[in-house]
């Protein structure tokens, strides 16, 4: 009679038979079991008190079917017993920094140390003793409640038509799977930055008419700024969107693909079903028959899963419990640091704003978006300006210390009111370096240029300056090396108070030699 295995039900079908009178041999016959079988399971039972006509219970058929049916441990074999001598050995090379591979480890195992086992038996040792690629238990998850939950994904489709132009870049998707129907979007974009993701998630809550309260991102740079799997920190700009939607955001751990799995296999099911085999002449066109396969066909299949429509449970159970979907995009801000110079500006996206006196030489941080921008010294706002375009700036004059507001509210004339002060020449410098279409761009030169007639004295920067112009240098750190020259060659007294002012340079001329004369003019003074 061919091995078969007995169930707890077939054990206690015959032990209520033999609790009723019949025999070994007759049990064995109409229950079908072999008669040396039925001969153990009866033994037991009168080794245990059973008695006949009595029938047992269910602890006592459990019992004596776990008794039987145990099977005493088999005797390792003499491979297993070689391998085992070698296991500490064998942990320490899975243990290395570079581990090796089994196959090298059997490799050496023979040359080296005379193993005689086969790499089958050494497959299954390490296998059961050490635990090697032994696969975890799959555990299935219920679905989150609904409206609880979205899962994100980027995937790569293909390429398609960049405007009118006809050259081609390459598109992807940002698939948008609300975990409890299944119901998804797809917006194609040809970036994966923050920005891009924010107006495709704002485009899936106005699509789906409703915002969930939870996002499972993967580690995506637009969100995640530094992955980790206990406290993952998001970048500044989708933080900020993140609190405007009120939307709290759970990124998956790395290559733990699992943790989203209701999105992670939709990207290749996009790319088969709605991407492969058609033809977008833009983007825009892409957008909008993506939008229209989402509601049309991926909608209204029958999920493999649930075995069920995902825009019929999406309209009737998860698209109530949605909050409300944002009535315009979010404008998403620029998020940076920025040093406060002397005089009293930051530059953000190429443009300058002014910031009070007590934060100079500090670092701050700075929010830009659309309209505003805003100062923060940690936690605290110093300071918001309008947004202003790249070239121009935004100073408010109560940022300068008490006297010096007139630096902020005419600072090209007060510079060159203050270098003509200094000389003629000086002041003629400093409109030369001030010229141009933005003269505040080179104010810190001008300042520069100030400081060397307080350091050196209005005579020796005159006399520098005028020799400059004469050889049309512009450059106010040349004219401060040769002061610092020239002030190293000087020897004053010990009773000057003061600087004393430099003699013309050598071969400097008068202005009279520089103007432009008429021709014979000379001749005709003469």
Same mark, same amino acid.
């Given at each position: 009679m061919s091995y078969r295995e007995l169930s707890v039900i077939d054990v206690r079908e015959m032990l209520r038979r033999?609790?009723?009178?019949?025999?070994?041999?007759? =049990?064995?016959?109409?229950t079908g079991t072999d008669r040396k079988t039925v001969v153990r399971y009866t033994q037991l039972a009168k080794e245990l008190g059973l008695t006949r006509g009595v029938?047992?219970?269910?602890?006592?058929?459990?019992? =004596?079917?776990?008794?039987?049916?145990?099977?005493?441990?088999?005797?390792?074999?003499?491979?297993?017993?070689?391998?085992?001598?070698?296991?500490?050995?064998?942990?320490?090379?899975?243990?290395?920094?570079?581990?090796?591979?089994?196959?090298?480890?059997?490799?050496?195992?023979?040359q080296d140390y005379g193993l005689t086992a086969s790499y089958a038996t050494l497959r299954r040792f390490v296998q059961q003793e050490l635990g090697?690629?032994?696969?975890?238990?799959?555990?299935? +998850?219920?679905?989150?409640?609904?409206?609880?939950?979205?899962?994100?994904?980027?995937?790569?489709?293909?390429?398609?038509?960049?405007?009118?132009?006809?050259?081609?870049?390459?598109?992807?998707?940002?698939?948008?799977?609300?975990?409890?129907?299944? /119901?998804?979007?797809?917006?194609?974009?040809?970036?994966?930055?923050?920005? $891009?993701?924010?107006?495709?998630?704002?485009?899936?809550?106005?699509?789906?008419?409703?915002?969930?309260?939870?996002?499972?991102?993967?580690?995506m740079k637009a969100i995640v700024a530094q992955p980790d799997e206990l406290s993952p920190k998001l970048t500044d700009a989708f933080l900020d969107y993140a609190q405007a939607r009120d939307i709290f955001v759970d990124p998956a751990r790395i290559r733990s693909p699992k943790?989203?799995?209701?999105?992670?296999?939709?990207?290749? /099911?996009?790319?088969?079903?709605?991407?492969?085999?058609?033809?977008?002449?833009? =983007?825009?066109?892409?957008?909008?028959?993506?939008?229209?396969?989402?509601?049309?066909?991926?909608?209204?299949r029958v999920h493999g899963t649930t075995r069920k429509v995902p825009r019929e449970v999406f309209e009737t159970h998860e698209k109530p419990t949605l909050r409300p979907a944002p009535s315009e995009l979010f404008d998403v801000p620029i998020w940076t640091e920025a040093k406060v110079h002397p005089d009293h500006h930051i530059q953000v996206a190429k443009a300058l704003y002014s910031v009070p006196t007590k934060y100079l030489h500090k670092t701050v941080r700075v929010r830009a978006d659309r309209t505003t921008v805003k100062v923060y010294f940690g936690s605290e706002l110093i300071k918001m300006h309008p947004r202003k375009a790249p070239g121009q700036r935004s100073t408010d004059p109560n940022d300068y210390p008490v006297g010096k507001a007139a630096y902020a509210r005419s600072s090209i004339d007060t510079i060159l009111v203050k270098a003509?002060?200094?000389?003629?020449?000086?002041?003629?410098?400093?409109?030369?370096v001030l010229s141009g279409p933005l003269p505040w761009a080179?104010?810190?030169? $001008? /300042?520069? +240029?100030?400081? +060397?007639?307080?350091? /050196?004295?209005?005579?020796?920067?005159?006399?520098?300056?005028?020799? $400059? +112009?004469a050889f049309?240098?512009?450059?106010?750190?040349?004219?401060?090396?040769?002061?610092?020259?020239?002030?190293?060659?000087?020897?004053?007294?010990?009773?000057?108070?003061?600087?004393v002012q430099l003699t013309l340079p050598r071969f400097a001329r008068a202005e009279d030699h520089f103007r432009t004369q008429r021709k014979g003019s000379s001749q005709e003074e003469a």
């Amino acid at each position: 009679m061919s091995y078969r295995e007995l169930s707890v039900i077939d054990v206690r079908e015959m032990l209520r038979r033999w609790a009723a009178g019949h025999s070994d041999r007759k =049990i064995a016959r109409e229950t079908g079991t072999d008669r040396k079988t039925v001969v153990r399971y009866t033994q037991l039972a009168k080794e245990l008190g059973l008695t006949r006509g009595v029938q047992p219970s269910d602890d006592e058929v459990h019992e =004596i079917a776990q008794r039987v049916q145990s099977r005493p441990l088999v005797e390792p074999s003499a491979e297993w017993l070689e391998i085992m001598r070698y296991k500490a050995q064998i942990e320490a090379w899975f243990e290395a920094p570079r581990p090796l591979r089994l196959t090298k480890i059997h490799k050496l195992l023979t040359q080296d140390y005379g193993l005689t086992a086969s790499y089958a038996t050494l497959r299954r040792f390490v296998q059961q003793e050490l635990g090697w690629h032994k696969r975890a238990p799959t555990i299935r +998850l219920d679905d989150p409640p609904a409206g609880e939950q979205a899962q994100i994904d980027f995937g790569k489709m293909g390429v398609i038509p960049d405007g009118s132009d006809g050259r081609h870049r390459v598109l992807w998707v940002l698939v948008v799977t609300l975990a409890h129907s299944r /119901y998804q979007f797809v917006w194609p974009s040809f970036t994966q930055t923050t920005e $891009a993701v924010c107006e495709a998630l704002d485009r899936a809550w106005q699509f789906f008419g409703g915002t969930p309260k939870v996002i499972v991102p993967d580690n995506m740079k637009a969100i995640v700024a530094q992955p980790d799997e206990l406290s993952p920190k998001l970048t500044d700009a989708f933080l900020d969107y993140a609190q405007a939607r009120d939307i709290f955001v759970d990124p998956a751990r790395i290559r733990s693909p699992k943790d989203k799995a209701r999105v992670e296999n939709q990207v290749a /099911y996009v790319r088969e079903s709605w991407f492969d085999g058609e033809a977008f002449a833009n =983007i825009a066109e892409a957008r909008e028959s993506a939008a229209r396969w989402c509601r049309d066909v991926a909608g209204m299949r029958v999920h493999g899963t649930t075995r069920k429509v995902p825009r019929e449970v999406f309209e009737t159970h998860e698209k109530p419990t949605l909050r409300p979907a944002p009535s315009e995009l979010f404008d998403v801000p620029i998020w940076t640091e920025a040093k406060v110079h002397p005089d009293h500006h930051i530059q953000v996206a190429k443009a300058l704003y002014s910031v009070p006196t007590k934060y100079l030489h500090k670092t701050v941080r700075v929010r830009a978006d659309r309209t505003t921008v805003k100062v923060y010294f940690g936690s605290e706002l110093i300071k918001m300006h309008p947004r202003k375009a790249p070239g121009q700036r935004s100073t408010d004059p109560n940022d300068y210390p008490v006297g010096k507001a007139a630096y902020a509210r005419s600072s090209i004339d007060t510079i060159l009111v203050k270098a003509k002060e200094k000389g003629a020449h000086v002041g003629i410098y400093a409109e030369r370096v001030l010229s141009g279409p933005l003269p505040w761009a080179r104010m810190r030169q $001008a /300042y520069a +240029l100030l400081r +060397l007639c307080d350091k /050196y004295g209005d005579g020796r920067v005159e006399a520098v300056c005028q020799s $400059a +112009l004469a050889f049309d240098v512009i450059d106010v750190a040349r004219i401060g090396r040769m002061l610092k020259t020239a002030a190293k060659l000087a020897t004053p007294t010990p009773r000057e108070a003061k600087v004393v002012q430099l003699t013309l340079p050598r071969f400097a001329r008068a202005e009279d030699h520089f103007r432009t004369q008429r021709k014979g003019s000379s001749q005709e003074e003469a």
